[in-house]
């Protein structure tokens, strides 16, 4: 079989993109900000097991938001996994105290340095600013913590300002700095000038991204950084945080396999459990059109789309269902058509021929919405249709 994908392949080739993006899942510290999400601490624990199973390179958690939080944060520091656990708290030294007693060697500590927030959240100064930035990536590093600093709502800041309290951190030999797009304001472009605008002034300094959903722009935003030289994306199991949330980790992870062609050892066909998981502990449920991993994400309705995708499922499927998880069904309904009464008939046994199958499509089409049979479909059945239309497979 030819790949279907390949002259799109051409086009979303990056010859000059980035060689490695690696993840940082923040489904802990983000995804429990999501209104009414609160995990357990045995939920915590099980989550960031299969968090390292998948592959994810950091995880993050917050063990300054309540004693449970801290619990949970040391016992999956035990834990030994491969994912760097990183400790996300306030820019302030109390919180790197608290991140220290879980036994942390990774930490992550924002500040808001937009004009709004400095002035109406923190009532601070610039200077204010500058001082508490340096002063607690000092204080991590002299405790032997890994640092990655957040400059909150950094978007929204004034350039220069930005600027500067970059090269500071970078003084103070902080590890890492997130950039994060806090209000969910920037476009695919804005963002590649903000990344580039930091990268100018840091050199190599490792940079995230971290960037909210508000107007959708989410996960555009977040690889628009990283062709721009950020080398980690932050993202949650399906996508939980503040308000609208940020990229979720299935698209994320299936962006980097399938679009950027990015060598990786993710478990993709984890990703439709992940999901489900975090639906059940959360009680969200996860919208049927969620790319990869919703319910209709491969579910095929037209009488068109039918017909070409028992021939090929690549027709009308970016990927293979399976490798993410999840699975390919047909709905027979009003729109079914020929083809698709004849493949109903064969999985019930039944010979159609031309005229019963045209019989069966005008009777599916008096169904209403609720009637519709939704059937996984599976390779046996898809041959049995084919050599009753009297189709090769191809
Ligand atoms: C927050 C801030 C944050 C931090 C991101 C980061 C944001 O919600 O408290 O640490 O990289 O969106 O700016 O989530
Ligand atoms: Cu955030």
């Given amino acids: 079989m030819d790949n279907a994908n390949r002259y799109a392949d051409t086009y979303n080739a990056t010859p000059t993109g980035p060689a490695h993006i690696r993840i940082l899942d923040s489904t802990l510290r983000e995804g429990e900000q999501h209104p009414h999400v609160s995990f357990s601490v045995k939920q ?38 491969a994912a760097d656990i990183v400790a996300h708290g306030r820019a302030l030294k109390g919180d790197i105290d608290t991140i220290l007693d879980c036994g942390a060697s990774w930490c992550a500590a924002y500040l ?28 991590a590093k002299s405790h032997g913590l890994k640092i990655r600093f957040t400059v909150e709502d950094g978007s929204r800041a004034d350039p220069e300002f930005l600027a500067r309290i970059c090269k500071e951190l970078k003084k103070a030999k902080v590890d890492r700095i997130s950039l994060p797009d806090t209000a969910g304001i920037m476009l695919p472009h804005g963002m590649r000038r903000y ?22 722009f989410a996960l555009a935003n977040a690889f628009a950084g990283c062709e721009a030289g950020a080398d980690q994306i932050h993202t949650t199991i399906n996508g939980i945080g503040e308000r ?8 994320v992870a299936t962006a980097i396999h399938y679009l950027y062609k990015i060598p990786n050892e993710f478990h993709l066909d984890m990703l439709g459990d992940l999901s489900r998981l975090i ?68 999985l019930l046994g039944l010979d159609a021929d031309k005229a019963s199958a045209e019989r069966l499509a005008e009777g599916l089409k008096t169904l209403h919405m609720g009637d519709i049979l939704d059937i996984p479909l599976v390779d046996g059945a898809k041959r049995k249709v084919i050599n009753q239309t009297g189709r090769d497979s191809g």
């Fill in 112 to 139: 808001g340095v937009s004009d709004v927030h400095m002035r109406d959240k923190l009532r601070i100064n610039r200077e204010e600013a500058v001082r508490r930035a340096v002063e607690t990536v000092e204080y």
């Fill in 244 to 251: 609208t949330g940020i990229p979720t980790l299935a698209e």
């Fill in 44 to 81: 915590r624990i099980q989550i960031a097991w299969e968090l390292d199973h998948f592959g994810v390179d950091q995880i993050e958690i917050s063990p300054v938001i309540s004693r449970d939080h801290a619990e949970a944060t040391k016992t999956i520091i035990k834990q030994g996994l």
């Fill in 195 to 216: 990344v580039r605008a930091v990268r100018d002034v840091v050199g190599d300094l490792p940079l995230d991204v971290h960037v909210h959903n508000d107007i959708g």
């Fill in 279 to 346: 639906d059940t502990y959360t009680q969200i449920s996860t919208h049927e059109s969620a790319p990869l991993v919703g319910t209709a994400a491969f579910k095929h309705k037209a009488g068109t789309h039918l017909a070409a995708v028992l021939r090929n499922p690549a027709a009308y499927e970016p990927i293979p269902p399976g490798a993410v998880g999840n699975y390919r069904t047909i709905v027979f309904g009003e729109l079914a058509g020929k083809t698709g009464a004849a493949y109903l008939a064969s």
